[in-house]
């Protein structure tokens, strides 16, 4: 008779192989949130020309109209970093009160997001303003749906880091290190290039109802972190 040639799994190699899924799972969900930044970004910008996730192209756009002397754009970018840290604040709150699960963080994202599309339908008082307060609401909560993977930082609503972090990952590789952590840092700034082309695609033909789509992403996305191990995600969220 024949021997059976197969042979278990070892306990390192599950291991090996459970924290390549976590990491990989990491990066779907990065990618996802990011491609939600982006989108919601362009739709933002186009339509009041401000971004709602990109706070360092605000801060030196604050620096100018400080240097300028324009109090009007001073005090609008200053509301608007200002509720963009907020909502980083908030959903590390909500998070926590929700026992840090993703899905109650994303599901209060998509609704802050179906509300500013819902506003700015049927020319409302303040159709461009509250919709704009309420997407950079949003995009500062997201971010406290994804801190680290793999033990590396990640970015959602901004890519500078991530870039930064990629060339300096480029630099060791060059000088001989083979640890090839450092090429996720580009997921991010792929995903928000993605969703960035997508939503301006889509502000061009809906204008403001374009956040509809973001809304509904960002459910999409809350409704598959079900999928996701419990442990995973405790992984994933801050602390």
Not at 13 to 25: G, K, W, Y
Not at 167 to 174: A, D, M, N, Q
Not at 200 to 216: E, I, K, N, P
């Amino acid at each position: 008779m024949a021997s059976d040639s197969s042979h278990p799994a070892s306990p390192d190699q599950d291991h090996r192989l459970s924290a390549h899924r976590h990491n990989r799972v990491g990066l779907v969900l990065v990618a996802g949130l990011s491609v939600l930044a982006g989108m919601t970004d362009a739709i933002g910008f186009l339509s009041a020309g401000d971004y709602v996730s990109f706070m360092s192209g605000n801060t030196t756009r604050l620096a100018v109209a400080i240097a300028l002397g324009d109090s009007a754009t001073l005090l609008r970018l200053l509301l608007i970093i200002s509720l963009f840290v907020v909502g980083n604040a908030l959903g590390i709150v909500v998070a926590r009160l929700s026992g840090r699960q993703a899905l109650p963080l994303l599901l209060l994202t998509a609704g802050l997001l179906a509300a500013a599309a819902g506003w700015s339908v049927g020319s409302l008082p303040g159709a461009v303003l509250l919709p704009l307060i309420a997407a950079v609401l949003a995009m500062g909560m997201i971010n406290a749906a994804v801190e680290q993977v793999n033990g590396q930082s990640v970015g959602l609503t901004y890519v500078t880091g991530a870039l930064s972090r990629l060339g300096r990952g480029l630099g060791r590789w060059l000088l001989g290190a083979r640890h090839p952590d450092w090429l996720m840092q580009a997921t991010p700034w792929i995903g928000m290039l993605g969703g960035a082309i997508v939503g301006a695609w889509l502000q061009h033909h809906l204008g403001l109802m374009a956040l509809f789509a973001s809304s509904g992403w960002a459910a999409l996305i809350g409704l598959a972190s079900l999928l996701i191990p419990r442990r995973w995600q405790l992984h994933y969220m801050p602390r």
